[in-house]
T-cell receptor
Framework: ETGVTQSPTHLIKTRGQQVTLRCSSQ?????VSWYQQALGQGPQFIFQ???????GRGNFPPRFSGLQFPNYSSELNVNALELDDSALYLC??????????????FGEGSRLTVL | GENVEQHPSTLSVQEGDSAVIKCTYS??????FPWYKQELGKRPQLIIDIRSNVGEKKDQRIAVTLNKTAKHFSLHITETQPEDSAVYFCAALIQGAQKLVFGQGTRLTINP
């Protein structure tokens, strides 16, 4: 059974650019959530995808968008990057929608630095 | 609003002593409370969780207690070891919003 995998592990972008982060969920998991973890802080919920549809969204602007594919993998896209977008982006999968209290399994994250 | 407060932000204990980390939450409908351990540069890993239908759960040296009336939950680590050094996060499930709200984290250092 493979765990949650994310790519790339590290990347550097400049302000105004766009970035796409990718996540493969754990085998058998159909729900993917994305979290942003700024340095020294707890993870902040961005959104969740269940059966290819957005199923809950946190306090993030529309330039944060996502997709889920039929194989349950997911992408996080961020447009018009800002310096404050620098963070560790964590993908978490679950066999259930989080609202059904399924536990989350996190990937190792993608560390984004915006210069 | 949805909020989870975690204390203390840093905690240093002698090896073999106990460590306690406390959290409070604001959403009275929350019914799932996980604790995560995050080592430097690593992913958060679930170490224990508790659901609102129980008041205490134990797994070897780790225990969690929940007081739903007071909206408090706590992590207890006994017989601490150097490998327990990490940042610990509590979280609460926000019903209907499909998300976990995390505390600010506690940096635990175990001194040999």
């Amino acid at each position: 059974e493979t765990g949650v995998t994310q790519s790339p592990t590290h990347l550097i972008k400049t302000r105004g650019q766009q970035v796409t982060l990718r996540c493969s969920s754990q085998s058998g998991h159909n729900t993917v959530s994305w979290y942003q973890q700024a340095l020294g802080q707890g993870p902040q919920f961005i959104f969740q995808y269940y059966r290819e549809e957005e199923n809950g969204r946190g306090n993030f602007p529309p330039r944060f968008s996502g997709l889920q594919f039929p194989n349950y993998s997911s992408e996080l896209n961020v447009n018009a990057l800002e310096l404050d977008d620098s963070a560790l982006y964590l993908c978490a999968s679950s066999p259930l929608k989080t609202g059904n209290t399924g536990e989350l399994f996190f990937g190792e994250g993608s560390r984004l630095t915006v210069l | 609003g949805e909020n989870v407060e975690q204390h203390p932000s840093t905690l240093s204990v002698q090896e073999g002593d106990s460590a306690v980390i406390k959290c409070t939450y604001s959403d009275s409908a929350s019914n799932y409370f996980p604790w995560y351990k995050q080592e430097l540069g690593k992913r958060p890993q679930l170490i224990i969780d508790i659901r609102s239908n129980v008041g205490e759960k134990k797994d070897q040296r780790i225990a969690v207690t929940l007081n739903k009336t007071a909206k408090h939950f706590s992590l207890h680590i006994t017989e601490t070891q150097p490998e327990d050094s990490a940042v610990y996060f509590c979280a609460a499930l926000i019903q209907g919003a499909q998300k976990l709200v995390f505390g600010q984290g506690t940096r635990l250092t175990i001194n040999p």
